[in-house]
């Protein structure tokens, strides 16, 4: 119990980490959606590149976070900001990428090749295609793909604390150097807390915005 | 209604692909309206090119009424006048707009999606149509009846169309020409009665099968072929000894009774003998009678089926108006082949 009775005490600080957690979560999350998912339209269309950048894609999910923030420390510190804030959403957008470019390439895929040839064959433009029909009928697994991203990014920004970009990790961090049992349990329990409340939302979200027609067509979500 | 038709492999589908610019041309030209349409913008030659394939390939995500609007809203045409067509189109495939309009396609049977598929095709009003064996992967039952309907549909609508099948019997049932392709080549463009009666090669004579003075009677109608004015008609109202007086003057084996114009029955001598009645009393009933649209494939079926080489045909009042014999389906299918005999 002196685990709750530490985050009541604390509350005003372990808000106002939460909040940061939360923030540099979303940023990061936000540029990777805009670098993704144009992304892993493209390269639908260029299917050399394909391969290429989803194993690009893999390689960089195969370096592990604390190696990662040490890499960018050099690069970085050129433009004045190799700790804090920048490289944590920097390696968090990286991290991004395999599933989001993954599912988005995917999903367009998966479109059944007769109704893009309908759609070709009436006479639809390529952008048309793509806003009429391939991402509508995508959008869940793309959305799938975010929501594997925003999970995986709460727990990497907890990391994010040792190139002092705060968040939640703080408390663990802080925790470990005090040893103090109850601050780093508070710790890494909002931060499960936070990426099962955050996957829930999301699913909700991808529930939401799944066109009637393809839901009929799979009643059961994944 | 033109049918591409041939084996699996041999072309059809990549000459429909070719023509609305899915796939391009590597040599030759494809002129419409003595177009050549690559100089055409490939979005705007398919958008006044009706399309219809095998898989339907309907928009998951949108209802039936946004399916079927698809080309109109490409064309920007204004709302009222695309729910106007929708509607129209629905009626004109027999799927009842209140009922359906705001479904989605998994929620309709796949002789429904097909019907929006053609709705689809035919929005804009265009002038050629592509069927890319559009039938084929509805069960034969559902498939016999859209078959018909969409020719009904045609008979009105008068398209220029372009049909790819590898069915020989919806071939001949559906093409006013048949153009038989094989390994890329066109083998023989006639109408079905030639593709039949004279085919090019052996080729095409196996293909069109071992059957076909029996495909031949698929293509000819009842009424193609019946006795307008048989002469041994009796009126329900006459005795038996006339009538058997009548057979025997004429030299007749029966007689079809009738009444009101209405056939009865038949009456043979035998059932005559001895009874003095009205004929009516001995007549027979016949198990059906057949229609003037009904296929001679089909009579002569009901004739096998039944022991019996007449029927009566009749119209839609259910009045006789003439008769079809074994010996008239034997004498058509000669008629049919003697072109065939004189060419050989």
Not at chain 1, 53 to 78: D, E, K, Q
Not at chain 2, 21 to 38: A, F, H, K, P
Not at chain 2, 263 to 275: A, C, F, I, R
Not at chain 2, 310 to 337: A, E, H, M
Request: with cysteine.
């Amino acid at each position: 119990m002196s685990t709750f009775d530490f985050i009541i005490n604390n509350y005003r600080q372990v808000i106002y980490l939460i909040g940061e957690h939360v923030w540099i979560v979303s940023l990061a999350l936000a540029l990777a959606t805009l670098i993704g998912v144009p992304l892993g339209m493209v390269i639908t269309r260029h299917k050399a590149l394909a391969a290429r950048v989803i194993n690009a894609a893999n390689i960089l999910m195969t370096i592990p976070s604390i190696a990662l923030f040490g890499l960018m420390l050099p690069v970085l510190s050129l433009v004045g900001h190799g700790l804090g804030k920048v490289p944590a959403v920097t390696a968090l957008v990286l991290y991004s990428q395999l599933p989001i470019i993954r599912n988005t390439y995917t999903a367009i895929q998966n479109v059944p090749p007769a109704v893009v040839d309908a759609g070709k064959g009436m006479g639809m433009s390529r952008w048309e295609l793509l806003r009429e029909v391939q991402i509508p009928i995508s959008i869940p697994v793309i959305l799938a793909g975010l929501r594997t991203a925003a999970v995986m990014s709460i727990g990497i920004a907890a990391i994010a604390a040792y190139i002092g970009a705060g968040g939640l990790g703080v408390l663990i961090q802080q925790g470990i150097d005090r040893v103090h049992q109850e601050m780093i349990l508070s710790g890494a329990l909002l931060v499960s807390v936070l990426a099962l409340v955050v996957d829930g939302g999301m699913a909700l979200i991808e529930r939401l915005v799944t066109p009637r027609g393809i839901k009929i067509q799979q009643p059961r979500p994944k | 209604m033109v049918i591409f038709l041939g084996p699996s492999g041999c072309g059809k589908t990549t000459l429909l692909r070719l023509t609305n610019r899915l796939d391009s041309l590597s040599r030759g030209n494809i002129y419409i309206n003595s177009q050549n349409i690559r100089d055409l913008n490939p979005v705007k030659l398919r958008q006044s090119i009706g399309y219809v394939i095998q898989e339907v390939g309907l928009f998951p995500n949108k209802t039936i009424f946004d399916n079927i609007a698809v080309v109109p809203k490409l064309l920007g045409w204004n709302k009222e006048k695309i729910r106007k067509r929708v509607d129209e189109l629905m009626h004109l495939t027999r799927l009842e707009p209140d009922l359906y309009r705001r479904r989605y396609p998994a929620e309709l049977s796949g002789g429904q999606q097909q019907r929006v598929g053609v709705a689809r095709a035919l929005a804009a009003d265009p002038e050629i149509l592509l069927m890319d064996e559009p039938f084929g992967a509805i069960d034969p039952i559902n498939r016999e009846q859209i078959q018909n309907e969409f020719l009904n549909l045609q008979a009105k609508m008068k398209k220029t169309i372009a049909f790819v099948s590898h069915d020989i019997h919806e071939a001949l049932k559906m093409g006013d020409k048949i153009a038989l392709f094989n390994q890329g080549r066109l083998i023989q463009y006639d109408t079905p009665e030639v593709i039949l009666t004279r085919p090019k090669n052996k080729f095409v004579a196996n293909f069109v099968g071992a059957d076909r003075a029996l495909k031949v009677l698929g293509l000819l109608h009842v009424r193609d072929i019946m006795n307008c004015s048989p002469s041994n008609i009796v009126d329900a109202a006459q005795t038996a000894p006339e009538v058997l007086k009548m057979l025997e003057q004429k030299n007749l084996r029966y007689a079809i009774v009738l009444a009101q114009g209405k056939p009865v029955g038949y009456v043979t001598s035998q059932d005559l003998k001895y009874e003095q009645g009205l004929c009516q009393e001995v007549a027979r009933p016949y198990p059906l009678c057949l229609e003037q649209g009904t296929s001679v494939h089909e009579a002569l079926s009901h004739m096998l089926m039944h022991d019996l080489t007449t029927f009566c045909v009749i119209n839609d009042q259910g009045d006789l108006v003439g008769t079809v014999t074994y010996k008239s389906i034997q004498k058509s299918l000669q008629d049919f082949f003697a072109d065939d005999a004189e060419a050989q």
